[in-house]
């Protein structure tokens, strides 16, 4: 009779609810019931609304006056979430991006601990029965050598099943995950795929996700949302047929030619780089040609030391080994000094544009944000000149978001605002454009958009090295492949090379 009792109310409840920012609805009017047990694919393309119905859930943020919220975990009805934070769990790839920038030194198992107190990090003393609560979800997921680690020595998909154990040792009645499986290779997606079934076993599961292979297998439900409604719901199989890959219904315009001189020998040379942190080698000996005319995709799970190659050529990070290999030598277009270099190579990646945007609140406009591009700076330092004015706007209508301008990074769906983020790096004209996983975080539509995008550039004449392990993400201008593994490069050569003797489901 008690557990009847239990399922015979929702969870969550929203009636009529709404959420709008400055005269902007971000959602509604949504009504909708979590039912526990019953698992839920929230699924929707870029600026759907998913994220922000995920924050209604959580209680992160107040529905609009009129709307009805109420929460109901087995001790009665109230409309707030007061006392019940921690039975609320979360797991999202953003929360990824401030312990790799604030906490590399932070242990597992004291980020798991946290979860009980609904902080990042572990601010107070533990209790015995919380200890003993972390060490009981570690042995579950099996994740012993996992939470005696240093975050900065973990790959992205460790550290996301870190999260995952921090947010399941409360035991919370509810776990939303916000693209949980974004970011991740083929061999972490599986596995963190696993550690949520065991989870659904514990909470009540909602699934934010635009990928079909983010969907947990133990998700029975679907709930559809376009334009800050729910539009449609069904199952499972309504959310996988959603999430089916694409064409977009616009394209990008023509592209001018690069009108850059090949006049340097190499673009970037490495020779024999090694890179050691903290006694954790994550490059051994590279060596490593880009030339003019060369185009790269570089693939690899996590922790294969493939962004580390993209940090050795922006100088984020210098060569070091700890033998007798030396410090090895990165150079840039053709020898160039840093300072002269940076200027010269633009940079996309999805921990850019969240570090950007949350840096200036995200009210930073579009134009603002691709005219800083001419200075390599975050937000605009100084007025700018009337070229530069005059170029941001074409390359705002290049990516095709002119009607955008004036419009703040917060009121622009994911999609759009990595579409700014291109430009910014093309305003200044860069010899070299490097893009680490230019592709996480899109949905179907953003990421065919991108991927065009991309290959009008390579066909303009702009060299690019990508970063990813999705080989999918290979477009028809990629001529050169570099593949890693544990820091090493296990193949480096021509794509009709790569395609055949490396195996296609590769990185897929």
């Known amino acids: 009779m008690k557990v009847k009792n239990v399922l015979m109310h929702p969870l969550i409840q929203l009636e009529g609810v709404s959420v709008r920012r400055n005269g902007t609805r971000l959602v509604g009017s949504l009504s909708m019931q979590l039912l526990r047990g019953e698992h839920v694919a929230v699924v929707g393309h870029n600026g759907s609304g998913k994220t922000t119905l995920l924050k209604l859930l959580r209680g992160d943020i107040l529905p609009d006056p009129g709307g009805v919220r109420v929460y109901d975990l087995g001790d009665g009805p109230q409309p707030t979430v007061l006392g019940l934070r921690q039975r609320i769990g979360l797991v999202s790839a953003d929360m990824q991006d401030f312990y790799f920038l604030h906490a590399r030194r932070s242990v597992g198992r004291t980020v798991v601990l946290a979860g009980f107190f609904d902080t990042p990090l572990l601010y107070e003393q533990a209790s015995p029965q919380q200890e003993a609560a972390a060490d009981e979800i570690i042995a579950l997921l099996g994740i012993e050598e996992l939470a005696a680690s240093e975050l900065g020595t973990l790959s992205t998909g460790q550290v996301r099943k870190l999260l995952i154990a921090r947010a399941l040792a409360p035991r919370p009645d509810i776990l939303l995950l916000d693209e949980c499986l974004e970011g991740l290779d083929v061999v972490s997606r599986a596995e963190v795929l696993s550690l949520l079934d065991t989870a659904g076993e514990i909470s009540t599961l909602v699934c934010a996700a635009h990928r079909i292979g983010d969907v947990p297998h133990s998700v029975n439900r679907a709930v559809i949302m376009h334009g800050g409604r729910i539009i449609m719901e069904g199952d499972r199989e309504d959310a996988l047929?959603?999430?089916?890959?694409?064409?977009?219904?616009?394209?990008?315009?023509?592209?001018?030619?690069?009108?850059?001189?090949?006049?340097?020998?190499?673009?970037?040379?490495?020779?024999?780089?090694?890179?050691?942190?903290?006694?954790?080698?994550?490059?051994?000996?590279?060596?490593?040609?880009?030339?003019?005319?060369?185009?790269?995709?570089?693939?690899?799970?996590?922790g294969a030391g493939k962004s580390t190659l993209l940090k050795l050529i922006l100088s984020e990070i210098a060569p070091y080994a700890d033998d007798a290999q030396g410090l090895g030598v990165v150079e840039r277009l053709g020898g160039m000094p840093m300072d002269k270099a940076r200027p010269r190579i633009g940079f996309v990646s999805p921990a850019l544009q969240t570090g950007y945007g949350r840096e200036l609140a995200w009210e930073v406009t579009a134009l603002e944000t691709v005219l800083s591009g001419y200075r390599g700076s975050v937000g605009m330092l100084d007025e700018p000149e009337s070229a530069e004015l005059l170029g941001a706007q074409d390359w705002l209508a290049r990516v095709g978001l002119a009607e955008l301008a004036d419009r703040p990074l917060r009121r622009m769906s994911y999609g759009q605002q990595r579409r700014i983020l291109l430009a910014r790096a093309m305003a200044s004209n860069p010899r070299l454009l490097l893009l680490d996983e230019p592709m996480a975080g899109l949905d179907s539509v953003s990421r065919s958009l991108m991927l065009g995008l991309l290959q009008q550039l390579a066909d303009s004449g702009v060299p690019l090295v990508m970063v990813t392990h999705h080989v999918e993400d290979r477009i028809a201008a990629i001529n050169h492949v570099m593949v890693m593994e544990r820091g090493k490069q296990i193949f480096c050569g021509t794509r009709e090379e790569f395609e055949g003797s490396v195996p296609m489901g590769m990185g897929s």
Request: some cysteine.
């Open 241 to 302: 047929e959603l999430l089916q890959e694409s064409e977009p219904d616009v394209v990008a315009c023509e592209l001018p030619v690069h009108n850059e001189v090949d006049d340097v020998e190499f673009l970037v040379r490495m020779k024999n780089v090694s890179v050691v942190s903290g006694g954790v080698r994550f490059l051994h000996s590279v060596n490593w040609t880009v030339l003019p005319g060369e185009n790269w995709i570089i693939l690899g799970d996590n």
